[in-house]
């Protein structure tokens, strides 16, 4: 009940004649370590059958997120939450939500939060007579982290800028959905400013900082989300550039089409997680209380991102 208060103060706030930009965060918020947990444990339950694009199990996961943005105030941004993926054989969909920002100027600005949504299905051969690859770190850690942010955001609007939360389909395919909504949304003028996503975050690295960011090197964002989270919670990863992850997550097409940031989030750092596309990949695993605590430090760094002056995230090599 508590993490909703402010949301009720903020609307009377507005109701009783308070500029929109004058609204303030809560000093402290408090992600529900429960609600991690329940859709976590949704999203990766045997139901779901693993949420292969284009398969029953991901259309029941994409009516949960579509819930989910409904309840808190997260509005289509096309006529609808879905958007058709063009280049997918079976229907398939990138599930996109929109906060408008609250300032008249800046709100003409985006920032993608975004992470993808199918995994790889059910499997010929497994473990036992456990054939479903769950994708609980892949990616229904990130899938919950972008819920509960745009919670947060669809609750509060607090944000300058406009914020689209993206579901991506079939990036086990080869990025297809996130390629499809770059092209789309280059096409139609969108205006991106930088694009965030949240890819395998549900188990803990050994390491002085939280998470990595791919593409380091390339641009100040760790930095600034560093100084907007006041601590050392965003690191350089050396297998994330010998591996090349910038270009194998939906941070990618954004780049490509916008030529702005756009880049990837993720605690899986090769060591600390076994069961990369198998069936092993089980909610059980994943630790809940990481989880909480790494979504609830992005909070203020994508609202100091929105809310800046300026457009503060740049690249640093060009």
Known sequence: MKKYLYAVVCCCGLIFGLNAQAVQAPEKYEVSADDVRETLEYLASDELEGRDSGSPGIEKAAQYIEQVFAAHGVKPYFTSYRDTL???????????????????????????????????????????????????????????????????????????????????????????????????????????????????????MQADYTAYITGYEDTNMADKMNAYAGKNLIGFLPKAKEFQLFKRSDNYPFFLEFDVPAQTVCTFDFTNFEHYHKVGDEAGLMDIEHMTSFISDMIPILEKMANADSEEITFVNK
């Open 86 to 204: 063009e280049n997918f054989k079976e229907p398939a969909y990138n599930i996109v939500g929109y906060v408008e920002g609250n300032d008249p100027e800046l709100k003409d600005e985006f920032i993608i939060i975004g992470g993808h949504y199918d995994h790889i299905g059910i499997q010929d051969t497994g473990e036992g007579d456990d054939v479903i690859a769950n994708g609980a770190n892949d990616n229904a850690s990130g899938t919950t982290g972008v819920l509960e942010l745009a919670k947060y955001f669809g609750d509060t609007r607090t944000n300058r800028r406009s914020l689209l939360f993206v579901l991506f389909s079939a990036e086990e395919k080869g990025l297809l959905g996130s390629r499809h909504l770059a092209r789309k949304l280059r096409a139609d003028k969108f205006n991106l400013y930088t694009m965030v996503n949240l890819e395998m975050i549900g188990v803990p």
